[in-house]
């Protein structure tokens, strides 16, 4: 592995970040060492200033905790305050080096408001993407532009990450899931007809109508139906209950390997660890910090059963298990943001880790167009049974 050239170009990115004036966001790949650059700004800081306060936002407890563990083991923590963004926002603080952990997830109304509540002299932005769905990224590059970007394959060139193979798996659906879809489909096609076609525009228009704009009692019926059949066609897609032997195949397959697997609700994350027995436990927000901690520290312990994590979403970002080689996405989107964070929890580097991520897709639906998205410029693989899987 070239770590010195990682370690050269997070020093170099440090460098960058000064030449700004200290105010820029580094957008890098998850495993580059985002968190890295953070700490060396902050030791940077302090060679001049030792008094230099810090405060450090991050989106989740579990990315606190990281951050302070980090934190203490450099013997940076002194006048350093690590801060969840929902208290963060609601009251007042002053610093001289704010970092933003996870930088994207403050675009929000209620979440941007941390630049009024908190003072700071430089600011330093920590991202995987800076873009947003709903384009309120905007106030994010007025108030911290972006000063270097270090992309997958950037980090996959020059082995900072460990090498990895992305995999398309077709699971065709139920047929009684497939009459279901094709239901809903219809009943967003004719929706869609009724405000004038497909694509933003219609996407729009019935947003509007939703919030108060003109319209007939027909459009306003077609403008709920719109976003209804959208949820439900979604929602039978992700939740296949055909995904499971596949999942249950690919686990057996790979009996040596630690692996997340993906999910989008707390039903089919907790029906699975059902079917998979006690060498899976389910992770999601329904659950305690307590129980969420000792599903952590059990899947960490390469001395127990539980290899495997049944996730819903709560993964995405602050995980941080480099032995963990296998990624299976059950359910995902068309967010570039979440496969690159996903992707990154799996090719963490290890001497000798070839890494393998499966996203699995109900052919001939919505799956389909979310996958093309979310992967442009990703190099995959597309299959139809587990046996094409090397």
């Not at 397959?253 to 997340?260: Q, V």
């Amino acid at each position: 592995m070239t770590d010195t050239t990682r370690t050269s170009k997070q020093l170099e990115i440090v460098d960058t970040w000064k030449d700004a004036h200290g105010i820029g966001t580094l957008v890098g790949a998850t495993g580059f060492g985002k968190t890295r650059v953070g700490m060396v700004t902050i030791q940077r800081m302090r060679e001049v200033n030792p008094q230099v306060s810090v405060i450090v936002i991050v989106p989740t407890l579990n990315l606190k905790d990281q951050w302070m563990v980090e934190l203490t083991s450099r013997k940076l923590n002194k006048n350093c305050e690590v801060v969840v963004i929902n208290t963060a926002y609601k009251n007042k603080y002053k610093c001289d080096l704010l970092i933003l952990d996870e930088i994207h997830c403050y675009g929000a109304p209620l979440f941007k408001k941390i630049f009024e509540t908190i003072g700071y002299d430089y600011i330093l932005g920590l991202t995987a993407t800076i873009e947003r769905a709903d384009g309120k990224h905007d106030i994010l590059l007025e108030r911290c532009p972006i000063i270097a970007e270090v992309t997958i394959e950037e980090c996959h060139k020059n082995g900072w990450v460990s090498p990895y193979t992305v995999y398309n798996l077709a699971v065709p659906m139920l047929p009684e899931e497939t009459a279901s879809y094709a239901q809903a489909n219809n009943k967003f096609r004719w929706a869609a007809q009724v405000l004038g076609g497909s694509g933003g525009d219609t996407f729009r228009r019935a947003q509007a109508l939703l919030k108060g704009s003109r319209g007939s009692d027909k459009e306003m019926g077609a403008a709920a139906t719109y976003f209804s059949s959208i949820k439900k066609r979604g929602d039978i897609c992700k939740n296949s209950k055909a995904k499971f032997s596949i999942i249950e195949q690919i686990i057996s397959k790979y009996s040596d390997r630690k692996a997340i697997i993906f999910s989008d609700s707390t039903a089919f994350a907790d029906e699975l660890q059902e079917i998979l027995g006690e060498t899976c436990l389910s992770f999601h927000s329904k659950q305690s910090k307590k129980v969420r901690t000792e599903v952590l520290k059990k899947f960490k312990d390469g001395r127990t059963k539980q290899r495997v994590i049944s996730a819903v979403k709560a993964l995405n970002a602050g995980f941080d298990v480099p032995d963990c080689s296998l990624g299976i996405v059950a359910a995902g989107n068309s967010r570039k943001l979440d496969n690159i964070q996903r992707t990154g929890r799996i090719i963490r580097y290890v001497p000798g880790k070839k890494a393998v991520i499966i996203n699995l897709y109900a052919p001939d639906t919505q799956e389909v167009t979310w996958l093309t998205n979310r992967q442009e410029g990703q190099e995959v693989i597309w299959i139809e049974s587990v046996e094409e899987i090397n």
